[in-house]
């Protein structure tokens, strides 16, 4: 159980275009879903905190409408990165928490982005 | 401020052998511990955690952690390496519960045969 899933697993795509991410809780109702952003051979980076229904509260120098994050259901929360450049090529990583508990972050399988 | 430090940036074991990964945090409370594993490309995975109650923590894939609240450590350790071990491992803090979660840098394990 606690699966969470994202989609795509990789995407490339132009400079200036907007790119969406899924994450989606499989088998569990996720009231907090969370986005990080990894990059190569570094620690994971919290970009953002979403909880199903209200505004994602976003982490310092994170700008939000560049990362412009959904939590639409308590199974589905989407990442859109707008006008991508090549800095924003990354791996990004959701996760979420089950229930009330809130004990443990499952984490999603994660997202390669390239911006060429 | 909280903050999670893992020394090793790199270890290299031989298959078979034993591995202990190190994991030290500041923070003035006890926290909520984590210890995740990331294959290449991939997503975090949860070896175990620790709340409270016993200080020795056994997770899955036959890792175990052990909480010293005097040392501030929460060392991975792993009595006898398989190759498919190979991978990053991260240590997670959480003051407050899983919702908030800092990480450390990683530590990157190789393993040999």
């Known amino acids: 159980g606690a699966v969470v899933s994202q989609h795509p697993s990789w995407v490339i795509c132009k400079s200036g275009t907007s790119v969406k991410i899924e994450c989606r809780s499989l088998d569990f109702q996720a009231t907090t879903m969370f986005w990080y952003r990894q990059f190569p051979k570094q620690s994971l980076m919290l970009m953002a905190t979403s909880n199903e229904g209200s505004k994602a509260t976003y982490e310092q120098g994170v700008e939000k409408d560049k990362f412009l994050i959904n939590h639409a259901s308590l199974t589905l929360s989407t990442l859109t990165v707008t006008s991508a450049h090549p800095e924003d090529s990354s791996f990004y990583i959701c996760s979420a928490t089950q229930g009330q508990i809130q004990e443990t972050q499952y984490f999603g399988p994660g997202t390669r982005l390239l911006v060429l | 401020a909280q903050s999670v430090t893992q020394p090793d940036i790199h270890i290299t074991v031989s298959e078979g052998a034993s591995l202990e990964l190190r994991c030290n945090y500041s923070?003035?409370?006890?926290?909520?511990l984590f210890w995740y594993v990331q294959s290449p490309g991939q997503g975090l995975q949860l070896l175990l955690k620790y709340f409270s109650g016993d200080t020795l923590v056994q997770g899955i894939k036959g890792f175990e952690a052990e909480f010293k609240r005097s040392q501030s450590s929460f060392n991975l350790r792993k009595p006898s390496v398989h190759w498919s071990d190979a991978a990053e491992y991260f240590c997670?803090?959480?003051?407050?519960?899983?919702?908030?979660?800092?990480f450390g840098t990683g530590t990157r394990l190789t393993v040999i045969p």
């Open positions: 923070y003035g409370a006890t926290p909520y």
């Open positions: 997670a803090v959480g003051p407050t519960g899983a919702n908030n979660l800092f």
